[in-house]
């Protein structure tokens, strides 16, 4: 099912989220409904809390629109090594039609739980260990904007403003 992707500057974005104690048959549900909503939007990656839920699970899937399918579900996901620098034009599917350069890390070690409870891991370089860094913030309640300079921030927060009071 797909669902309704929240957007800036609804507060349940800046929530953290809970780990997932007991991988259930809801759980399973709720990887399903977020890659089909992540494939629909289209987007590279959802956050649980991008569509209300404030659990710790992630869906990416960066493969081209040429090549199959590649959906990595990351349950309790972590880094737990991270190296080097990465400076790189970054959009959200909640920060809709804004995009900035974000500074990342650029090679990224992530171990998180599948939907089997097996443990996984996974070393990640380019758009991939942007994405693991950009939706595991999702689950801390960070978005993209949080990481831009304090000018940057306050005129894209202006911008979000202003289009909120078109929409009136």
Same mark, same amino acid.
């Given at each position: 099912?797909?669902?309704?992707?929240?957007?800036?500057?609804?507060?349940?974005? #800046? #929530? &953290? !989220?809970?780990?997932?104690? /007991?991988?259930?048959?809801?759980?399973?549900?709720?990887?399903?409904? $977020? !890659?089909?909503? $992540?494939?629909?939007?289209?987007?590279?990656?959802? @956050?649980?809390?991008?569509?209300?839920?404030?659990?710790?699970? /992630?869906?990416?899937?960066? !493969?081209? &629109?040429?090549?199959?399918?590649?959906? /990595?579900?990351?349950?309790?996901?972590?880094?737990?090594?991270?190296?080097?620098e990465a400076y790189e034009e970054e959009g959200c599917l909640s920060v809709p039609d804004y995009a900035a350069?974000? #500074?990342?890390? @650029?090679?990224?070690?992530? &171990? @998180?739980?599948?939907?089997?409870?097996?443990?996984?891991?996974? &070393?990640?370089?380019?758009?991939?260990?942007?994405?693991?860094?950009?939706?595991?913030?999702?689950?801390?309640?960070?978005?993209?904007?949080?990481?831009?300079? !304090?000018?940057k921030r306050e005129l894209f927060q202006r911008k979000a403003r202003k289009a909120a009071e078109e929409k009136?």
């Amino acid at each position: 099912m797909i669902r309704t992707i929240l957007t800036y500057p609804n507060p349940e974005l #800046k #929530k &953290k !989220s809970v780990p997932v104690t /007991i991988i259930t048959d809801a759980v399973r549900e709720l990887v399903q409904d $977020m !890659s089909d909503t $992540m494939y629909d939007a289209p987007g590279i990656g959802l @956050a649980a809390p991008q569509i209300g839920i404030h659990q710790r699970v /992630i869906v990416i899937d960066i !493969s081209g &629109k040429d090549e199959p399918p590649d959906l /990595i579900v990351a349950i309790n996901p972590e880094i737990v090594y991270a190296e080097g620098e990465a400076y790189e034009e970054e959009g959200c599917l909640s920060v809709p039609d804004y995009a900035a350069n974000v #500074k990342r890390r @650029a090679r990224v070690i992530v &171990k @998180a739980l599948d939907l089997d409870g097996a443990e996984q891991t996974w &070393k990640a370089d380019d758009l991939l260990a942007i994405a693991f860094q950009h939706e595991i913030d999702h689950l801390d309640g960070i978005l993209f904007v949080d990481h831009l300079s !304090s000018l940057k921030r306050e005129l894209f927060q202006r911008k979000a403003r202003k289009a909120a009071e078109e929409k009136r």
